[in-house]
T-cell receptor, first 111, second 115 residues
């Protein structure tokens, strides 16, 4: 099975930087996704990491350490619209790469 | 618009009723899914279909029956609805489940409330 752990809630100030951590335990790890989900809306894809290291995409970056079973999502220059839930999801080898999602981290950005 | 669409967006019904949720994707994807998101926001896979064939069926009660008439459609029928079925149900699609980068494209969700 797979076990994914991420903080339930975080708060941050507009313009600041926030790091959302995700730890996972899985056999046959393949890759890790981050999705953003605004209240009442569908999750949308943010990033995908399969190799160790940092992937940067604008204000958002995602890091992966396969040996440590650890990832983080880094959000820079926070905006109010970044208030959302951030879901970490892991895929494993074995026939179908269907993601298993963590419970999500609710990020609240305040002025 | 190219997207994953599902209807209805809201569904309020009585315990014991039977209801269906429809899903369509025009992205040309091979694989479609149903997820359930409970009140604690936990998003859990229920079913996955690849080219109209069921490839995964998690531990879901057999009151839930998916039907895929073609690879662009995956409907979900629920019999004898129970209070615990209240949740948001998301349909999703991906280019191919065999792809290591199996990015999911989600529909807008159906909020089911069972009274």
């Amino acid at each position: 099975g797979q076990n994914i752990d991420q903080p339930t809630e975080m708060t941050a100030t507009e313009g600041a930087i926030v790091q959302i951590n995700c730890t996972y335990q899985t056999s046959g790890f393949n890759g890790l996704f981050w999705y953003q989900q605004h209240a009442g809306e569908a999750p949308t894809f943010l990033s995908y990491n399969v190799l160790d290291g940092l992937e940067e995409k604008g204000r958002f970056s995602s890091f992966l350490s396969r040996s440590k079973g650890y990832s983080y999502l880094l959000l820079k220059e926070l905006q109010m619209k970044d208030s959302a839930s951030y879901l970490c999801a892991v895929t494993a080898s074995g026939g179908s790469y269907i993601p298993t999602f963590g419970r999500g981290t609710s990020l609240i950005v305040h002025p | 618009d190219t997207a994953v669409s599902q209807t209805p967006k809201y569904l309020v019904t009585q315990m014991g009723n039977d209801k269906s949720i429809k899903c369509e994707q025009n992205l040309g994807h091979d694989t479609m899914y149903w997820y359930k998101q409970d009140s604690k926001k936990f998003l859990k896979i229920m079913f996955s279909y690849n080219n109209k064939e069921l490839i995964i069926n998690e531990t879901v009660p057999n009151r839930f029956s998916p039907k895929s008439p073609d690879k662009a459609h995956l409907n979900l029928h629920i019999n004898s609805l129970e209070l615990g079925d209240s949740a948001v149900y998301f349909c999703a699609s991906s280019p191919s489940r065999a792809s290591r980068r199996n990015e999911q494209f989600f529909g807008p969700g159906t909020r089911l409330t069972v009274l």
